[in-house]
């Protein structure tokens, strides 16, 4: 198991930075693992994950992630966080979250190679899902990258609407009480060596 102590940057957190992604060394039928946040990582509740304790990390959800990290797929986070605009939610609140929710990982074995934010009111901008913005930044960080071995993976329309927009395929899941967990055989079977 690869352990990687990254030291992230509240820039990163915020989901600002466009750095490159380096490519995976494994050669997989999918490489590049899009992840919703709320629904798909961590349990959903009413307004907004402000505090880190109200961070609920769904049962399972960094085994997948640790599993995928294992393969060798890049894995990076894309949620849209409107209460960054509204006010409900400030940057300073997200970047707390967020180190929490990289430290549980890391706690438990796992990683994330990214973070894109949308942090826009709804009609803003061209990156809150369902428009395409958060995953063509992504892909755009990784040059490697190719659609066709791309999975967008999440819990709402708005996700599914995004990947469609962006030409990727996408994983749904069924039920936001349970999470990424559910489809953790599809998505281990779509990460497996050519
Ligand atoms: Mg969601
Ligand atoms: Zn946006």
Redesign the pocket.
């Known amino acids: 198991m690869t352990l990687i102590h990254h030291a992230w940057t509240d820039e990163e957190l915020l989901g600002r930075s466009r750095e490159p992604i380096a490519a995976p060394v494994a050669l997989l039928r999918t490489n590049f693992v899009l992840l919703d946040r709320d629904g798909t990582l961590n349990r959903l509740r009413p307004g907004y994950v402000s505090d880190p304790d109200d961070l609920d990390v769904l049962p399972g959800a960094v085994d997948v992630v640790r599993q995928l990290n294992e393969c060798g797929a890049k894995v990076v986070v894309v949620t849209n966080q409107r209460g960054i605009a509204t006010g409900a939610l400030s940057e300073h609140q997200l970047v707390a979250v967020h180190r929490r929710l990289v430290a549980e990982f890391a706690a438990g074995g796992a990683h994330f190679d990214g973070f894109h934010v949308?942090?826009?009111e709804e009609g803003t901008?061209?990156?809150?899902k369902p428009l395409p913005?958060l995953i063509v930044q992504a892909l755009s960080r990784a040059k490697w990258a190719e659609a066709s071995r791309t999975v967008m993976v999440g819990d709402s329309d708005r996700d599914r609407g995004a990947a469609r927009a962006a030409g990727v395929p996408f994983l749904g899941l069924d039920d936001p009480k349970v999470g990424l967990v559910q489809k953790v055989q599809k998505l281990l079977a779509l990460c497996t060596h050519e």
């Open positions: 949308c942090p826009h901008c061209d990156c809150r913005g």
